[in-house]
């Protein structure tokens, strides 16, 4: 392959990663921010029911756009490994695997916000609808902080993988690899030391800044001389 076909490749990769990094954080943050996340208290399963059943649409619309995220995601795992394996296919390789199983687990995790929804809608539902409700809920979360464990691993390989190529500045590798990091620790905290899991959420806006910055500089990605 010649050096001009090597760029326009690079070119056509890293703007098509970009538009998908921009879905991914506009339904991402919009589904847990904007669309869910006001419905659910997980110290109020009552007042999370009603809230639920008072706009079952928009608790739907939330699962449609975690499933438009996680479909970008996967071709986002793809476009980004065809950008990077010439520069350590080993690594590019391991990247693609691990943002995979992060998005399986998403996916597999929508299932619990549907039987959520599916408990508090039932015409004989039980009793405790209420609080089997939110221990659906309460598993969708867990399956997400799961899943950012991996995705985590695969921020920290993409970050060595961008230090490497030498297309971007070694500041959005070192941003990918705290992004990482956070990930990691976060939902670690989550899981093994949940009381100091609050304390530690401000932390999760420095991924957010990491990786909408490196998805602007995919989107301005220009052929390489």
Known sequence: M???????????????SGLLYIVIILCGLGAELVLRGPLIDFEDAVGTATAILAEPGRFRLAIAAD???ALSD???AITLYLM?????????????????IQTVLIVVSLMALMAAC??????????????????????HADGYDLGLIFFGVNSLIMAALVWRSGFFAKAFG?????????YITGSSLRFFAPDLSSAFAPAYGLPILAETAF?????????VA
């Open 118 to 139: 599916l408990v508090l809608t039932l015409t004989d539902a039980p009793a405790d609808a209420a609080s089997l409700a939110l221990l659906f809920l309460d598993l």
């Open 67 to 69: 499933l438009v995220m």
């Open 174 to 182: 070192a941003g990918l690899a705290l992004a990482g990091v956070v």
């Open 84 to 100: 990077f394996h010439a520069f350590g296919p080993g690594l590019a390789l391991s990247a693609l695997v691990f943002r995979l």
């Open 74 to 76: 996967a071709g986002l």
């Open 2 to 16: 010649s050096h001009s076909e090597t760029s326009a490749d690079l070119v056509r990769h890293a703007r098509l």
């Open 215 to 223: 998805c602007l500089r995919l989107l301005l990605q220009r052929r």
